[in-house]
C-alpha cells in the first residue's frame, strides 16, 4: 500500500477528509484496512485530486506534496498554517495515464505526432521539416537556363530519403536527369543540360523526405518557374580562311551543341581536308575533326552533316568526285582514321547530291543520287553503327535534282524528300518522297501529286521541297511549284494521313505572297499542335502560314518581315515547346543583313524582326540555321575571315 506521503496527502489532510466523509477520529490503532472499510483511502495516481491539508499540530500542517494533472501539469500543495488546528496545503492534480497513442494526440500534424511513453505517459511528438526556402522563387519568370535548384529546410534531414524519387524537377511530365545534393539541411539540383529556353519547370519534394528522427514532411512540396528567352551572342569564327561549301541546315542536337561543317581551300585547286567542329553557346567543344584519305587527295567537296537529338552525328563528304565517306561521331568521339568510302557507284559516275540522316535511336541513312542515271540508292546503320545490308535502289526512273531531306519521328520512323525528274533526259519535274522504317529500312520512293512543273528545269534545286512529320504517323511536304498562267511560282502543300495516305497539293501563297524561282527549300515545321510554313515571295517579303490540323485547312499567310527581302528561302526551326525561330536574309546587294522574328507560343505571337548582332555580310553568303530542342539556335555564314557562327541561347 503506498504511503500517505505517495498519493501527495498530508497527515492533517486524511484527518480532514475522514471528517468529512462522518468518520470519527482513526486514533494510534486505525489500520489500513479499516482506510478500506471505511473508503477513506487516497485516490490512486490519476484518480480524485488530493484534498485539503487539515490542521496540523502547533499550527502548522505538512506540505502536501506535488502532484500531475492529466495534462502533466504540476501542482503542489500548500503548507497548512495556523495556531493549533491551520488549514492544510492544496494537493496537486494527478497525472492521467495512457494506453495507445490515439489518446495522446491533439489534432495537430504541425507539431509531430504524441506518443504514450514507456511510462504510459503522454510524450510530444518530433515536429515535421517544412521547406523554409527555394531558389528559384516560386513562379518567377526569366531564370537563367543553366540554374541550379537550392531547397532550405527548417532542420537537418535523413540523407538517404533525399533521393532522385523524393526530389525531382519537371518538364511537363519528363523528368529532368541532374545531380541530387544534400548537406546541412540544404538539398541542391543541378540539372545536367541547360534549361530549354522559355520552358516553364516544376519541382517536386514528396513526403518520402523525413527529418534525422525519421518524421516526414506533412505534405508534397511543389513550385514552378519559367526560363528567360534567349539573345543573340557576338559571331565568332567556327572556320578560318576562305571556305568553299558548308551544308545548307546546320545540324543542332537536343542540347544546342552545333555540328559545324566545312570544305576549305587552303591553296588553289586544293579543297581538302573536310573540317568538322562542336560548339556550344558560341564557344568550341575541342578542336577541328579533319578528314581526308591522305595528303595526296586535293579535292574534298561536297560536305553533308545530320545530328540527332542525342548527339549521334554523321558527315560525308565526296574525294576525286569518285568516292563518297561517312564518319560516324558516337560516345563523344570520332573514329581514330577513315574507314572505306560507302560510296554506291563504281562506273565513274561523277554525283555531289546526296544526304545525310540520324534517326533518335542513332541510325544513320545515306541517301545518294545519280548524277547521269536515274537512280537513289539508300544505305543505312543500325542504331549503334554498323552498316546493315547493302545498297538498295529507291526510286529507279526518277533523277534527284535536290539534296534530300530528311525527318523521323520519336519512334525513329521517317521520311526524305526531294526533287526529281522522270527521266535521265528530259520528263516533268517532281517531289519524291521515300518512307522509311526503323524495323525495314527505306521503302521505294513514290512521286506526290501536282508536281512542280511541266517540264524539266536544268536548275538542280528549282521547287526542292521541306517536309515534316507529326506525332500521329502524319506528315505534310511544302514545296515551290511553277504557275503556268503568272510564269512565277506558287508555295503548295500536300498532306499525308495513315489513313489516307498523301492529299493532292493545296496552294498556300497567291497574289504578293507568290514565289519566284528559289533554290533552296522553303522552311517548315511542326510545333506540336500544327504545322508552320516559311518562305520568301515576289515582293520581297518574308511570310509564314499554319496547317491547323485539326480544321485540315491552311490559315492565310502573314507577313514577317520589311520590305527588302534578298530573294532566297528563309531558314525556320522549332524547338521542344513549340516556340519558334525564322530567319532571313535582308538586301537586294551588299552589305546584307541577317535578320530574325521570334514566335512566343505560350503568347501565341509573333515578336518584331529585328537585326541579328553582327550578321552583316559583305559578299553574299546563303546562311545555313538550325534550332535546338531546348530552343538554343545557331547561324553560320561565310566572309573573307572564314566561317561566321553566331548563337542563340
Known sequence: MMSVKENGLGIGGVIGMLLALGVGACGDDFTSDDCRLSHTCPEPVGGAPAAEGGAGPSGSGKAGSDGMDAGGKSGSGDAGSGAAEGPGGNGGSSAGECATAEECDNGDPSDGAEICGEDRVCVPGNTPPTVVSISPEADVVGVEP???????????????????????????DAVIEGELTYADSQVTFTPAEPLALLASYAVTISTAVTDAEGAALLDEHMFAFTIRDGAWSDPIDAGTGYIYQFPEVLPIAGNGSVLVSWTPQPTQGVYCPISARWFNRGEALGAAKLFTQGAAISE???????????????????????????????????????GPAVSSYTDGDRTSLYGVGVAPNGAVSFL?????????????????????????DIAPGHLGRSVPRFVFDDESNGLAAWRAETSASSGVDEVVVARYTAADGWAQAVPLPGGIAGSSSPNDERGAPAIAVDGDGGALAFWLREDVLSGGGVMVGSRFTVAGGWEAPVVVSSGTSSVVNMLEAPGLVFDGENYVAAWTATDNYVYSAVYDVELGEWMSPEPRSSAGVYRRMPGLGVDAHGHLLLTWLQGAQAPYTLRFARYDARAGAWSDHQPIPGGTLN?????????????????SWTNSSGLRLASFH
Open 300 to 338: 574534298c567537296r561536297e560536305v553533308a552533316a545530320a545530328v540527332n537529338a542525342e548527339g549521334v552525328g554523321a558527315v560525308a563528304w565526296t574525294e576525286q568526285w569518285q568516292q563518297q565517306y561517312l564518319q560516324q561521331y558516337r560516345a563523344g568521339e570520332w573514329p581514330a582514321a577513315v
Open 146 to 172: 543553366d540554374t541550379t535548384i537550392v531547397i532550405t529546410f527548417s532542420e537537418p534531414l535523413d540523407e538517404a530519403t533525399v533521393t532522385a524519387e523524393s526530389v525531382r524537377l519537371f518538364d511537363g
Open 619 to 635: 559578299d553574299l553568303s546563303y546562311p545555313a540555321f538550325g534550332v535546338g530542342a531546348n530552343g538554343q539556335a545557331a547561324i
Open 368 to 392: 545518294q543520287h545519280g548524277s547521269s542515271t536515274a537512280h537513289t540508292y539508300a544505305r543505312r546503320t543500325n542504331a549503334g553503327g554498323g552498316w546493315v545490308g547493302g545498297w538498295d
